[in-house]
């Protein structure tokens, strides 16, 4: 049986597994932690008699010469193996209004998510979306990476680093205990300082591939899966919670670009679409982003109905709701697969035009090809697919049947999820466990990147798909 | 009124009918000429407008190129080949980096069934290339593409490259691709921009049309 011993105190024998940490609270013995025991705090520090190397989370939190004095995080140690240590000096609390809370962002081109956290108790306490103040500095990745080439790197850094505490001012926590960050691999390289030139062309090299701690404020940044595939589709994929499970799911996040996987158990494929800015209402006459006011679901029961987000006074039309109408357009007949628009409609001011429709089945063709040489490339039929995981900028709720009849999605899909927050999420859950770290190592392992636009017969199944037709 | 059967079997991408139609004008001793130009540039150039006007879409043009194409191997080899070259060589590529040429391979149909020849560098084209073909190929036009705002200054490059040895006299370079337009190719020294490929066969017309 594996023992614990504390210097000029007593050994202990140990039942059971347990951490350090727990066998100390579990003897009464004062130990500071205010992250409850997930390895954020880095407050629970015990000098150990020879210790192994340190692991990533106490190098993160333990400065260079505590941790050359021996001492480790009582969390991180499993009692598994005989311990032998010195009584932990405790420190006066200090008076910190929010001691041991997290935050988690998504570092989004249009958008930056931020996402509170209690680590004591593990509660979400608020969520807040602000808009990433690069945009006056170009709408899409590819103005700011030109941007930034031209020299404007250190404006646009800072302008995401604006947007940050913007977000944190919002959401009321000015200095975190421990920070998660998942994002594009452009907004990763920006907040890392790292150079964007790589991904101004192909092959598209991004400067950063593995995961990233810093100190100082204590921060973890995701890894990438590779071109354009970031840190958000690895948290997105570790919320969704679907890798290393029987079945075959399929993973988009819906921006500017479409990230899409396909995951098949130990197997993970992900690729960009270049969809263009349609489904974020850009270009589209009356499109608008998935915000309040936007018409986020059309039905048609002799005549056109609509809902709007929260209700509003109807600003626009979001992504969701431009499939719906598609969706309608081709059931009445009044649209051509082929996208010709035979009847043109109104729905209270909003209209929908020739050209509108062009740049839809540019973006809806785009991610179809996208599924349909991911399915290829792990030999699976669209009919397999267990679960549709969605996340992104679409709207509200989404309609299955409009998202096949336009030919977006496969038919013969079993269920249909969507999440706006995904990516979120997972830096959530990294901010709450060290197995959720080792999950994220685990899906960047199994996850391979491919590009779309050099598949073979590229163009072929590009110019197939642009018909708006549902397919299997 | 037969030639504009062929148009119209072109404009409604019907590849077995083009074929039809005109062999069977070539058996009643109708000038191959005449057919490529009056029955089968001819519809092409209405798919360039309707694509224009976004009656017609990536699709559609493709397929009535192939219903074009089905003619046009018909009737090539009984034109004199010098004929065919009176029109001019057109050398068209999308810039290095940038590895999307869907829109790339709508102009050079629309060239060619204009009555160019076009020789395609194909995508990701390195500056080098565009130089080198220019020297060797002698063309009257270098039509360049680039589909994002950060592959957009290669085309600078492949002008400046061209001034450097000595060759921009020689040839008329133009443009297009999504993120550039008039400005950007006057900007960078270019002779012209085309905003679709129908804009692209007029311009050429224009530079050193007939």
Known sequence: MPTVTIKNFGKFYIKGRKTLLDFLVDKNIPINASCGGRGRCGLCRVRIQKPPPPNDIEALLISEKLLKNDYRLACQKQTSEDIELFMPKVKAKKTAKKEGFGLALDLGTTTIKAGLVDLKSGKIKDKTTVFNPQNSLGGDVMTRISAAVEGKYKQLRESLLFGIEIAKEKIGIAKPIFTTVVGNPVMLSFYLNKPVSGLSRYPFRSAIKESTFLKNPTRYVFPIIGGFVGGDTIGGILASNKYQREGIFLYIDLGTNGEIAVIKKDKIVALSAAAGPAFEGVGISSGSLAVAGAIDRITYNKGFRFRTINNKKPIGICASGLIDLLALLLNLGWLQEDGRLIKKIEIDGFGINQDDIRKLQLAIGAIHTGIEVLLAKLGVKPSEIKEAILTGEFGSSLNLESLTKTGLLPNGIKQLRFEPDLPLQGAIMVLLGNDALERVEKIKKLSEHLELALEPDFQKKFVSNLKLTSWS | ?210
């Open chain 2, 1 to 210: 009124m037969d030639f504009d059967n062929i148009k119209k079997a072109v404009v409604d991408m019907e590849v077995e009918k083009v074929k039809d139609l005109v062999t069977k004008l070539l058996k009643n001793k109708r000038l191959p000429e005449e057919i490529l130009e009056k029955g089968l540039i001819a519809g092409m150039k209405e798919v360039g407008r309707l694509f224009s006007c976004k009656e017609y879409f990536v699709p559609e043009v493709l397929m009535a190129s192939e219903a074009f194409y089905a003619g046009f191997d018909l009737v090539s080899p009984l034109i004199k080949t010098k004929q065919m070259k009176e029109k001019g060589k057109i050398i068209i590529g999308v810039v290095e980096g940038d590895i999307h040429d869907i829109g790339k391979n709508i102009v050079k149909v629309m060239l060619e069934a204009s009555g160019y020849q076009v020789v395609d560098l194909g995508k990701d084209v390195p500056t080098e290339i565009f130089v080198d073909s220019v020297t060797r190929e002698n063309p009257k036009i270098l039509a360049m593409s680039a589909l994002m705002t950060t592959t957009m200054m290669k085309m600078k490059d492949v002008v400046k490259s061209l001034e450097h040895k000595k060759l921009r006299n020689k040839v008329k370079v133009i443009i297009g691709g999504a993120p550039v337009n008039e400005d950007f190719a006057k900007r960078i020294g270019a002779d012209g921009y085309g905003e679709d490929a129908s804009a692209a066969v007029s311009l050429v017309e224009a530079l050193i049309g007939e």
